[in-house]
């Protein structure tokens, strides 16, 4: 039997309708490739694999919302979650001008789970 997921839980994943949403925004192309971020490396598997990618990561309890998320390649994706080659900060900041040029609203304390909302 299958363990139910806590309020908490499903908040932080995207839904079939959220990740349509961003393929659909984005192109369905990772974000880091169109701007020609570091794509020196890697393979052409990696950068042919495309998922969406939290903002804000679930464990630090970001939300699964369009406003918290973006398409990315296995390569960038990689690159960004592991921190590796010193590039998160960086990557980070990328991400976050892009998603603010899609909201005018957006803030950053909006993309966090909180029980009381």
Same mark, same amino acid.
């Given at each position: 039997?299958?363990?139910?997921?806590?309020?908490?839980?499903?908040?932080?994943?995207?839904?079939?309708?959220?990740?349509?949403?961003? #393929?659909?925004?984005?192109?369905?192309?990772?974000?880091?490739?169109?701007?020609?971020?570091?794509?020196?490396?890697?393979?052409?598997?990696?950068?042919?694999?495309?998922?969406? =990618?939290? #903002?804000?990561? %679930?464990?630090?309890?970001?939300?699964?919302?369009?406003?918290?998320?973006?398409?990315?390649?296995? $390569?960038?994706?990689? =690159?960004?979650? @592991?921190? @590796?080659?010193? %590039?998160?900060?960086?990557?980070?900041?990328?991400? %976050?001008? $892009?998603?603010?040029?899609?909201?005018? &609203?957006?803030? &950053?304390?909006?993309?966090? $789970?909180?029980?009381?909302?």
């Amino acid at each position: 039997m299958a363990k139910k997921k806590s309020k908490q839980a499903k908040a932080r994943e995207f839904s079939p309708k959220a990740r349509k949403e961003i #393929y659909y925004r984005d192109c369905a192309s990772c974000i880091f490739c169109r701007a020609g971020y570091h794509t020196d490396g890697g393979t052409w598997m990696a950068k042919e694999i495309k998922g969406v =990618m939290h #903002y804000i990561p %679930r464990s630090q309890g970001g939300l699964g919302i369009p406003q918290n998320g973006a398409v990315g390649c296995q $390569y960038h994706h990689e =690159m960004m979650d @592991n921190g @590796n080659r010193g %590039r998160r900060e960086e990557m980070q900041d990328i991400f %976050r001008r $892009y998603l603010e040029r899609h909201y005018p &609203e957006w803030s &950053e304390e909006e993309l966090v $789970y909180s029980k009381w909302t």
